[in-house]
């Protein structure tokens, strides 16, 4: 996969940003094409112009057809596989995925939330890409039922769909792999509401939680990120010149224009727009 053509990042608000999945797709060589069709930006017809799409989450349901960007998205996740490019789809952009290959985005039966760290573990099928159990982050009321065709890698006690693979190129995470320490403390502030839901965990949960977990986390983002965007032979040189405290130039947000190649800058904490 040649990194000479930029990642269509799909966001939900304009101040939304990719987080560390951003950061890991720089560190591979990517420039980010940040796109939100919820402000009236467009996607494009074919991805003859792009590496691979992440479509992020957001605090909308993938069942909100009224809304003409999600009835959008639906409707374009289609052309987006039809390229045979890598799709990655987190959160809302895992239950857009499931809803247009046929399945349903459901809330849990007895209204229980995943908001906090929860331990996910790997299927047989999952092994190559999730070796053993990882505790993750979650911010969601609603899970997706498993698409005909498509293969589950990892499974949680309470939502069991954490993880699948459709193809050889498309995947759907449950969890938020993106999440950086700013992200965490922002959401548990502005979304503190949430924290009181069933299965909710409390903030210094959350934090402390993130502190201990990340680590691993990040370990594994990386290389699942250069083995879906086909640069596995590069990556730990790539990554050995990424120095932690990273910081990329400006970023163009949403707001500012679409279809531009952009860095992000994450200095700023994002709103709860990825919570989905």
């Keep these: 996969m040649s990194a000479s053509l930029p990642v269509l990042i799909v966001v939900h608000q304009s101040t939304s940003n990719p987080g560390r999945v951003g950061d890991v797709l720089q560190a591979l060589g990517f420039t980010l094409d940040v796109r939100c069709p919820a402000l009236g930006q ?5 991805l003859e112009g792009h590496s691979a799409v992440v479509v992020f989450g957001g605090p909308m349901s993938a069942n909100d057809d009224h809304l003409d960007f999600i009835r959008q998205e639906l ?8 390229s045979d490019k890598p799709y990655l789809g987190i959160c809302l952009g895992a239950q857009l995925l499931a809803r ?3 399945a349903s985005v459901v809330s849990h039966p007895t209204g229980q939330r995943e908001i906090g760290y929860y331990p996910i573990v790997p299927t047989p099928a999952g092994q190559e890409i999730l070796p053993g159990p990882l505790v993750v982050y979650q911010w969601h009321r609603e899970g997706f039922n498993l698409p005909v065709g498509s293969q589950l890698l990892a499974t949680g006690s309470l939502f069991p769909h954490q993880a699948f693979r459709y193809g050889r190129r498309a995947y759907g995470l449950q969890f938020h792999p ?12 502005e979304g503190a509401d949430h924290l009181t839901s069933p299965g909710a965990q409390a903030r210094t949960h959350h934090i402390s939680q993130h502190r201990l977990y990340s680590p691993a ?4 983002l990386r290389q699942f990120l250069a083995e879906w ?7 730990e040189v790539v990554w050995g010149q990424y120095h932690p405290l990273h910081s990329p130039g400006p970023a163009q ?17 994002p709103t709860m727009t990825e919570i989905g």
């Design 100 to 102: 247009t290959l046929g």
């Design 42 to 46: 467009s996607l494009p017809a074919t």
């Design 253 to 269: 947000s949403p707001a500012q224009g679409s279809g531009q190649s952009t860095t992000t800058d994450h200095r700023q904490p």
């Design 229 to 235: 965007i086909g640069v596995t032979g590069n990556a």
């Design 178 to 189: 993106e999440t950086t320490a700013a992200i965490v403390n922002h959401w548990t502030t």
């Design 217 to 220: 986390v990040e370990h594994w």
């Design 75 to 82: 409707d374009w996740i289609a052309i987006a596989l039809a």
